[in-house]
């Protein structure tokens, strides 16, 4: 029947069924939860595996001027080439097949005349809503897309005002101070990453917290504001090691900044879980894999991503819903065993 599959339509289906065109319509071109009150759930099962049996597909276009719907989702991030990201990303492919949507992702570079661009042509190939991974605390992108009326959601990174699905940022940089401080260290630098991410002020507010509740000191030069990348890692580090204050051991708000810190310790003739403890945040695949295994707190990546998807359909639906926050596990290494 593939041969003639172009010629199969929803009539067709309907009369090898006996079904009324409208009911096989529902059925195939809505998500599973809306078609559910379509027919039973033997009846739909039987549409779609006649439909899979002739290879019957729908016309986008079709669908479109239709429904005025794309089923589409556009996704904005800072860098794909971020494994952090890219794992996310591969969350909301996944969750957005489930429910018959594509996707389509877009890098910013985390530059907000980018972000707007970026947006723009997302939504000239009218997708249906958008997943913002790329927000700046403070930014005025966030409220102007929000006037343009067109349904998003954040991932990864959250904003007052706005639904999003991130990790519990202030929880995990509390294990980390936990951790460290069980280990015996009372002098910590922290590589906190750039001001304008809340991953960034989330998981260093939450460290900071924890480590004066347990009655740790940590002064504002303990704290370095610095790129997400291993270079800034590595610059943070120096500066910390350069620091009167000197630390035992470092926090870092990601993994590839705790990697840049392990790369400035050994070029000192230093060693990472000997000389100064370091951990991570996100637990990306290489963290257990390092010369020296990293000692990571474990961000639900794919999860994030799955639940940015679930969240953005409750915004199609008009469904009540409110911001996820997923929990964290602290993963220890020889970096700070």
């Known amino acids: 029947m593939s041969a003639n599959s172009e010629a199969i339509t929803l009539k067709d289906l309907a009369q090898r069924l006996g079904i009324h065109p409208s009911t096989v319509s529902r059925v195939l071109h809505s998500d599973r939860s809306t078609a559910r009150g379509a027919a039973s759930e033997a ?5 779609r595996d006649l439909a899979a049996e002739l290879g019957y597909s729908p016309d986008p276009q079709a669908t479109s001027l239709r429904t005025r719907k794309t089923r ?7 860098r794909l080439s971020d494994l952090v990201l890219a794992v996310m990303y ?7 097949a489930i429910s018959g949507y594509s996707t389509f992702v877009t890098n910013s570079r985390d530059e907000p005349g980018q972000q707007r661009r970026k947006i723009e042509l997302l939504l000239a190939r009218r997708v249906d809503g958008l997943i913002i991974g790329d927000a700046h605390l403070g ?33 995990g940089g509390a294990l980390a101070a936990e951790h ?3 280990r015996g260290h009372r002098r910590v630098g922290i590589i906190a990453g750039e001001r304008y991410a809340s991953t960034a002020v989330d998981r260093t507010a939450g460290f900071v917290g924890r480590w004066r509740t347990l009655g740790g000191d940590v002064d504002d030069e303990d704290i370095v504001w610095s790129r997400f990348d291993t270079r800034g890692g590595h610059d943070a580090a120096e500066q910390i090691l350069r620091s009167e204050r000197g630390a035992t051991a470092m926090f870092a708000v990601n993994d590839f900044a705790a990697i840049g810190a392990m790369g400035a310790l050994r070029a ?9 403890a370091v951990v991570g945040f996100n637990d990306t695949s290489v963290a257990a894999e390092l010369p020296i295994p990293l000692t990571s707190v474990r961000s639900p990546m794919s999860e994030i991503g799955q639940a940015a998807v679930v969240l953005l359909q409750s915004v199609f639906n008009g469904s009540p819903a409110e911001s996820v ?13």
């Open 72 to 78: 589409s989702i556009g996704v904005v991030v800072p």
């Open 90 to 96: 591969e969350g909301i492919e996944q969750e957005a």
């Open 180 to 182: 460290l401080w069980e």
């Open 325 to 337: 926050r997923l929990r964290p596990t602290l993963c220890v290494r020889e970096s700070s065993a």
């Open 139 to 171: 930014s005025d992108v966030l409220p102007w897309l929000a006037r343009r009326g067109a349904p998003f959601v954040l991932m990864s990174r959250r904003a007052p005002g706005y639904l999003s699905a991130t990790c519990d940022d202030v929880h």
């Open 268 to 276: 000192r003739g230093m060693t990472a879980g000997t000389d100064c």
């Open 43 to 47: 009846t739909a099962q039987r549409i």
